[in-house]
């Protein structure tokens, strides 16, 4: 019992550190957080969805490699964490609704604690979503790293939405990326000791 509630903890405020980061700090700018991110920007583009619910979308259909490649437990925690990154997005978009900042300040505070929360989801062994089920695969099953992989597989997606969306996004969500999953790393590491 005592490490359900362990997990759960961290499950919890590493999808509210997480949905922090994207919420307040980098959708503001339309700056992609990853991957699911990156789709969840390209969804609000065109078809205006809340970013929040977006986010869970994307997520969502990414549930069927955590099924197949993590098994039940670690899909129903990504699901929970999912769900409250979604939740946390939607909250601090909505209801907290600060004023947009500077572009540059909010990427290091939002890629900052992008990387915290998502550090603190995989390293209990719980995907974030989207690219990181993906991510978390590959730690897994290789033992590596999760930061690297999570890095090259959204900078593709960054690509593609600097297509549609405009170029000077992929500057920005690069440097995001390299902040965050810098981050991921050195959370993800304490896993290992």
Do not use: C
Not at 55 to 63: A, D, E, G, K, T
Not at 184 to 189: E, L, T
């Amino acid at each position: 019992m005592k490490n359900f509630i362990m997990k759960a903890g961290f499950v919890l405020a590493g999808g509210i550190t997480q949905g922090m980061g994207m919420g307040f700090f980098l959708f503001p700018h339309a700056i992609p957080s990853g991957g699911a991110g990156g789709l969840a920007v390209l969804i609000n583009y065109f078809f205006d969805i809340n970013m929040g619910l977006a986010l869970w979308i994307v997520n969502f259909s990414m549930l069927l490699l955590a099924i197949k490649y993590l098994g039940n437990s670690s899909t129903i925690w990504t699901m929970v964490g999912m769900t409250i990154t979604s939740l946390s997005v939607y909250f601090f978009q909505t209801v907290i609704n600060l004023s947009v900042g500077n572009i540059w300040t909010d990427l290091l505070l939002g890629s900052i604690f992008l990387g915290i929360g998502i550090g603190l989801l995989l390293r209990e062994g719980v995907s974030n979503g989207g690219v990181g089920v993906i991510a978390l695969i590959f730690a897994n099953s290789r033992g590596i790293l999760p930061g690297k992989t999570l890095f090259w597989m959204n900078g593709f997606i960054f690509i593609i939405i600097a297509f549609i969306v405009r170029w000077e996004i992929i500057l920005q969500a690069l440097i995001s990326q390299w902040i965050s999953t810098k981050m991921v790393d050195r959370v993800f590491r304490y896993r290992k000791t």
